[in-house]
C-alpha cells in the first residue's frame, strides 16, 4: 500500500479486505522508525496501544460489521492535545511524564469511530512559535530540507503527514499553527471556526482563539474527518451550538459563480515574487473554472500582527499559571515552596513562554491596561468588521500562507519580531474567529508554497469547496518528498 494514499483510499483498500488495519498500522510504525529520525515529527510513538486498536477494528471487520470511513485507518496527535494512557507533554520538560487519563473530545470522537491514534507529534512549547524551534525536545525538521524548519506551532503534524508517516493529522491552530507547517511542508491544512470543533483537551496558549484543526493529503481528507469529529461538545462551553454541513458532499458543487475575493494588503508590493506568482496562477485556475475573481480591501489588516501579539500574551499570562510543578507533571526539588514554583518554571519552560508571559503581565498590569489590552481588543473589533464587511461581496478570500518559503533553522530565533511576523497572513483570519484552509499551489527553490483559503466564521464547507476545486485541477498537492 502507498504510505501517500489518500484516507478515501486507505478506506476502501480496509473494507475491500485488501490491506488490514494492523497491517496499515506496521507499514506506518515501520516509516516513523526508519524516517522519523532525521525529522523528528514524533515525542511518543504508541505503537502497542495501535496495534492492540488495529486488531480489535480487524476483528469488528472479520464479522462483517459495517464499520466507519476512517476505522482502522491510523492517525498522529500534536502532543499539546490530550490522549488517554498516551504521554502528552505539549513538548515542555515540565510536562514531561504527565500522561492523560482522559481523550479529548476530538480524539474521542476518532478513537469511537475506529480511528488508530499512532503517536504525538512535537511542536512549539504549548503552541507558542512559528517554527517548531521552541519545542524543549528539539525542532521538528522539514522532510523537503531536513535543514528548514517544518513551521510551528504544530511543525511534527505537518512533517509526519508530508513525509507520510500518518495519512491525517490533529493539530492546533492559534495563529497559524496548522496553516503554518502545511504550508510549509507541502500539505493541506485546516484551521476552523472558533467554535467549530471542541477543544476540551488541547492544552490552551489563548483561549479566545485556539483551533483544533486537521491536516491531510488533500481536502477531501480533511473533509471526511471533519464530518466525524465537528461539533458542539457539552464539555466545551464555548464550541458553537450550531449544525455541521456535510462537508463531503459540499466538495462537489459547482464553482460557477463562486466569488473569490482578492485582498490587496495581502499582495503588497514586498510579497515574495514567487510565492506571489504562484498564488495568481491558482487564482487563474479558479477564473478558468468558472469562479469569479473581486477584489477586497481590510484597511486594518495592518494593525493584525501587534493586536495578536498583544492579546495572546495577555490568554499566556492567565493560562501558563497552571503549569506550576504541584498538581501534575515534573517538579523540581526545593526547601519551600517559592522556590519550587520558580524552579520547575525555569526548568520545565523555554524563553518563548517565558517572553510572553512576561509581556502579558505587563499588558494587564495597573496603567498599562487601557493602552494595551483595551486598544488591541478595540482593534480586533475593526479587523472583525474588516472581513465582515468583505464577506458580503464575496464567498471566500484567497491569500498567500506564508510570507516566505520555510526559512531555514536558526535563521529567526535571535530576532523574536522577525519571527512573529511570520504570522502576518494567518495570523487575521484568527482575530476574527474564521476557518482558513492552506493548500499546496507551487514551489520555490524545491520548498513548497502555500495558498489560504478564508471563508466566514463556521463556513468550513465553502473553504473545503474552494480548495478541492483548486485540487481537482492541479497537482501540487500529489508531490511528496523522497524521504
Request: glycine share 8%; net charge negative; charged share 20%.
Amino acid at each position: 500500500m502507498d504510505a501517500f494514499a489518500s484516507v478515501t483510499e486507505l478506506s476502501i483498500a480496509l473494507a475491500d479486505k485488501k490491506i488490514s488495519s494492523r497491517e496499515l498500522t506496521d507499514l506506518y510504525l515501520d516509516r516513523i522508525t526508519k524516517i522519523d529520525p532525521s525529522l523528528n515529527s514524533h515525542l511518543t510513538v504508541a505503537a502497542d496501544s495501535a496495534r492492540v486498536a488495529a486488531d480489535a477494528i480487524d476483528a469488528r471487520r472479520a464479522t462483517g460489521e459495517k464499520l466507519h470511513a476512517l476505522a482502522g485507518i491510523p492517525f498522529g496527535v500534536k502532543d499539546a492535545i490530550t490522549t488517554a494512557g498516551v504521554r502528552a507533554t505539549g513538548a515542555a520538560k515540565i510536562l514531561d511524564n504527565y500522561i492523560p487519563t482522559h481523550d479529548a473530545t476530538v480524539i474521542a470522537r476518532l478513537r469511537a469511530a475506529g480511528g488508530v491514534m499512532i503517536g504525538k507529534h512535537n511542536c512549539d512549547t504549548f503552541g507558542h512559535g512559528a517554527s517548531n524551534e521552541n519545542s524543549m525536545y528539539g525542532p521538528a525538521n522539514n522532510p523537503w530540507d531536513v535543514s528548514r524548519v517544518a513551521g510551528g506551532s504544530s511543525g511534527g503534524s505537518g512533517a509526519a503527514v508530508a513525509a507520510g508517516l500518518q495519512p491525517y493529522a490533529i493539530g492546533e491552530d492559534t495563529g497559524g499553527s496548522v496553516r503554518a507547517p502545511a504550508a510549509f511542508c507541502g500539505v493541506s491544512g485546516l484551521k476552523v471556526s472558533y467554535g467549530r470543533n471542541s477543544r476540551f483537551g488541547a492544552m490552551p496558549m489563548a483561549s479566545s482563539l485556539d483551533t483544533v484543526g486537521v491536516f491531510g493529503q488533500t481536502v477531501a481528507d480533511i473533509a471526511l474527518v471533519m464530518q466525524t469529529i465537528a461539533g458542539h461538545d457539552p464539555l466545551d462551553p464555548t464550541s458553537a451550538v450550531a449544525p455541521v454541513p456535510n462537508y463531503t458532499h459540499a466538495l462537489e458543487k459547482t464553482v460557477q459563480g463562486l466569488r473569490i475575493g482578492v485582498p490587496a494588503e495581502f499582495f503588497s508590493d514586498d510579497l515574495d515574487p514567487a510565492i506571489r506568482a504562484s498564488v495568481e496562477s491558482a487564482l487563474e485556475v479558479f477564473q478558468n473554472a468558472g469562479a469569479q475573481l473581486i477584489p477586497v480591501t481590510l484597511p486594518h489588516i495592518q494593525y493584525a500582527i501587534a493586536t495578536y501579539y498583544i492579546l495572546v500574551p495577555c490568554e499566556d499570562s492567565s493560562n501558563m499559571a497552571r503549569y506550576d510543578g504541584i498538581r501534575y507533571g515534573v517538579r523540581a526539588s526545593r526547601p519551600d515552596l517559592f522556590e519550587t514554583y520558580a524552579a520547575s518554571r525555569t526548568e520545565g519552560l523555554p524563553n518563548e513562554v517565558k517572553r510572553r508571559i512576561m509581556i502579558g503581565t505587563f499588558a494587564l498590569s495597573h496603567g498599562y491596561y487601557e493602552a494595551y489590552y483595551l486598544r488591541a481588543q478595540k482593534a480586533r473589533t475593526l479587523i472583525c468588521q474588516d472581513f465582515a464587511n468583505a464577506f458580503e461581496k464575496v464567498d471566500v478570500m484567497i491569500s498567500p500562507t506564508m510570507p516566505e518559503i520555510a526559512f531555514k533553522k536558526g535563521e529567526k530565533t535571535t530576532d523574536p519580531l522577525k519571527m512573529y511576523l511570520a504570522d502576518v497572513f494567518t495570523g487575521s483570519a484568527s482575530l476574527a474567529g474564521l476557518s482558513a484552509l492552506s493548500v499546496p499551489c507551487g514551489f520555490s527553490q524545491n520548498m513548497p508554497i502555500g495558498m489560504q483559503i478564508i471563508a466566514p466564521r463556521l463556513a468550513e464547507d465553502i473553504a473545503l469547496h474552494a480548495g478541492h476545486i483548486y485540487q481537482k485541477n492541479s497537482d501540487w498537492h500529489t508531490r511528496h518528498p523522497a524521504v
